[in-house]
């Protein structure tokens, strides 16, 4: 089980299960979450800037079927972060670019697509991107854009911020993504990974600096247990899979990323004694989730399978991506932890989000447990 100690566990356990049920409960110390990062949290930000290449279906179904409409979101209904915005009783958070929309609850300013290094860097390494994309720091310039446009004065701002959690990722995972995409070794992805370190640290930095009290950075998924890299990566006859039928060699280079994000982490944390930082462990989380996939109602048979995609062993195809001609969708989306083979389905994002504020995978959990006591 993952870090915090057992008490805390139990205690943010029946905390949440008794808010869950007590509607009267008390109200929660958050009153908006401002969200940055990639697909993984984007709630409609790439789809009002119109969506290209692997993204260009998500305006449609079967994209959003569960939630029976389509948000520009990458899986079949929700994401984490509305389940984290729930659990703090507030509405789902809003993409920076929806011009009416009601951002009385947060702004979300991922996109879907984006990386943590600009768009400078990766071209200089001849790392191919998406079209538009918006890095780290133009999520954070459009977020200065929106305090500038919203506070009434500096105290406003300090007192809006206060009582505010921050999301700052998942991202980085694109960065890595583009590259191994392109065939480059992981040894040489493994040269981008301080940067991409730097880069979340140094958002998190300055929103401190504006007044961030509460900031979660979530670390990267494993992706050798994504449909996606089976695919592209899998050698007939090799001992790179694990127990679980995951490539070890890209869990590990994983692994690796969360190891030095988590170093600067607790760099910020000595640096910001009287700032809340936590580290949300997605690499755990998802590995918890495979590991009790039958108890949660997962198809143990279909777990490294994407629900949406043109066959194959891992029912992923590059040239032929979900929503697009060629690919159809699993009987039911919710007994898959795969989407489209690159994002997750609502049902396996929910198991997370519990894993997450439950299982002790989001640390420290005495933070979790003050951020989410509500």
Same mark, same amino acid.
């Given at each position: 089980?993952?870090?915090?100690?057992?008490?805390?566990?139990?205690?943010?356990?029946?905390?949440?299960?008794?808010?869950?049920?007590?509607?009267?409960?008390?109200? /929660?110390?958050?009153?908006?979450?401002?969200?940055?990062?990639? %697909?993984?949290?984007? +709630?409609?930000?790439? &789809?009002?800037?119109?969506?290209?290449?692997?993204?260009?279906?998500?305006?449609?179904?079967?994209?959003?079927?569960?939630?029976?409409?389509?948000?520009?979101?990458?899986?079949?209904? $929700?994401?984490?972060?509305?389940? &984290?915005?729930?659990?703090?009783? #507030?509405?789902?958070?809003?993409?920076? #670019? !929806?011009?009416?929309? !009601?951002?009385?609850?947060?702004?979300?300013?991922?996109?879907?697509?984006?990386?943590?290094?600009?768009?400078?860097?990766?071209?200089?390494?001849?790392?191919?991107? =998406?079209?538009?994309?918006?890095?780290?720091?133009?999520?954070? !310039?459009?977020?200065?854009?929106? &305090?500038?446009? +919203?506070?009434?004065?500096?105290?406003?701002?300090?007192?809006? $911020?206060?009582?505010?959690?921050?999301?700052?990722?998942?991202?980085?995972?694109?960065?890595?993504?583009?590259?191994?995409?392109?065939?480059? %070794?992981?040894?040489?992805?493994?040269? @981008?990974?301080?940067?991409?370190?730097? %880069?979340?640290?140094?958002?998190?930095?300055?929103?401190?600096?504006? *007044?961030? =009290?509460?900031?979660?950075?979530?670390?990267?998924?494993?992706?050798?247990?994504?449909?996606?890299?089976? %695919?592209?990566?899998?050698?007939?006859?090799?001992?790179?899979?694990?127990?679980?039928?995951?490539?070890?060699?890209?869990?590990?280079?994983?692994?690796?990323?969360?190891?030095?994000?988590?170093?600067?982490?607790?760099?910020?944390?000595?640096?910001?004694?009287?700032?809340?930082?936590? @580290?949300? !462990?997605?690499?755990?989380?998802?590995?918890? #989730?495979?590991?009790?996939?039958?108890? $949660? *109602?997962?198809?143990?048979?279909?777990?490294?399978?994407? /629900?949406?995609?043109?066959?194959?062993? @891992?029912?992923?195809?590059?040239?032929?991506? /979900?929503?697009?001609?060629?690919?159809? +969708?699993?009987?039911?989306?919710?007994?898959?932890?795969?989407?489209?083979?690159?994002?997750?389905?609502?049902?396996?994002?929910?198991?997370?989000? &519990?894993?997450?504020?439950?299982?002790?995978?989001?640390?420290?959990?005495?933070?979790? #447990?003050?951020?989410?006591?509500?």
């Amino acid at each position: 089980m993952a870090g915090g100690s057992s008490h805390a566990k139990l205690l943010l356990t029946m905390v949440l299960l008794h808010a869950l049920m007590d509607s009267a409960a008390a109200a /929660c110390s958050v009153n908006a979450i401002y969200s940055f990062g990639d %697909s993984i949290a984007d +709630t409609g930000n790439l &789809l009002r800037e119109g969506p290209v290449g692997f993204f260009s279906s998500i305006g449609s179904y079967p994209y959003g079927q569960t939630y029976r409409k389509p948000t520009g979101r990458c899986s079949d209904g $929700l994401l984490i972060i509305d389940y &984290l915005a729930m659990a703090l009783k #507030l509405p789902l958070i809003n993409p920076y #670019l !929806d011009s009416g929309a !009601d951002f009385s609850g947060g702004v979300n300013f991922a996109v879907a697509g984006a990386t943590a290094l600009d768009r400078t860097v990766l071209v200089q390494n001849a790392i191919v991107m =998406t079209p538009g994309n918006m890095p780290l720091s133009s999520q954070l !310039d459009w977020f200065k854009s929106h &305090l500038n446009a +919203t506070c009434t004065s500096q105290e406003d701002c300090a007192k809006k $911020l206060a009582g505010a959690l921050f999301l700052v990722g998942e991202i980085g995972g694109n960065d890595y993504n583009y590259a191994f995409f392109q065939k480059r %070794s992981i040894e040489a992805v493994k040269a @981008y990974v301080p940067q991409v370190v730097q %880069s979340i640290t140094n958002v998190a930095k300055e929103l401190i600096e504006l *007044g961030a =009290t509460q900031i979660m950075i979530p670390g990267n998924f494993p992706i050798g247990c994504s449909p996606s890299y089976l %695919s592209l990566f899998s050698v007939a006859g090799s001992t790179d899979h694990d127990e679980r039928g995951c490539l070890v060699s890209y869990n590990s280079f994983a692994a690796y990323h969360n190891e030095q994000l988590q170093a600067a982490i607790d760099g910020l944390r000595k640096a910001n004694s009287d700032v809340s930082i936590v @580290y949300a !462990d997605y690499y755990g989380a998802f590995l918890h #989730l495979l590991d009790h996939a039958s108890v $949660l *109602g997962f198809d143990e048979g279909s777990l490294l399978k994407a /629900c949406c995609g043109a066959g194959g062993v @891992y029912n992923f195809d590059m040239d032929m991506m /979900c929503g697009g001609l060629g690919a159809s +969708t699993c009987a039911d989306p919710a007994r898959h932890v795969s989407w489209d083979g690159i994002h997750l389905t609502q049902q396996a994002y929910r198991a997370m989000a &519990l894993a997450l504020l439950m299982e002790g995978f989001a640390q420290p959990a005495e933070s979790v #447990l003050q951020i989410w006591s509500c």
